[in-house]
């Protein structure tokens, strides 16, 4: 008999950069969501989306690896800047689970993108391949009890951070060390990011 599959959540976002809400909310998952692992997937930031201050790929990759690196269970993933862009969650969550055929890959998001979800591409093929995992954010409340079969709601703790405050502070020579995991805040102040 084959062994039960591990369950991996995939975070997808900019990372823009990477703040403690983000890994506190990975790590959560990993001890008290059923998972056993998180991945953050790291989105090609297109600077139309993302602002003009953003980040180059290579350093909020980097900055996702030394996040990572302290917090057993969560693992940057860097799988959409080899892919045709613009990047779809469908096709992402499709070569990892091709890639990784031992596990059962979840697709973790937010409340707020829950409430728009029908517009995605192929939605209705993620809800029904990859599980969905919601968490809240404020002001985006879900009904637990109308979820699609699959779809699940974690009570995990709401982290009003946001990583576009943090460049904004930065910009404006705030030390922001306390709100990103460890080791960000330097390899920042090191390539002058987010001047």
Known sequence: MPG???MIGIMGGSFNPIHI?????ADYLVQFGGLDSVWLMLSPCNPLKCGLDAAPDHHRFRMLQIAC????????CDIELSM??????IDSLRKLAELHPEAEIHLVIGSDN????????EHQAILKEFSPIIYPRPGYPVDSTSLPEGVRLVEAPVFEISSTFLR????D?????????AGVGDYIRGHNLYK
């Open 173 to 181: 020579g705030h030390k922001m060390d306390p709100y990103m995991p």
């Open 168 to 171: 904004s502070a930065i910009r």
């Open 4 to 6: 039960k599959k591990k």
């Open 84 to 89: 045709p862009r613009p990047s779809y969650s």
């Open 69 to 76: 690196s302290e917090t057993q269970g969560v693992k940057p």
């Open 21 to 25: 809400g983000h890994l506190l909310l």
């Open 114 to 121: 829950w409430l728009i979800f029908d517009r995605w591409r």
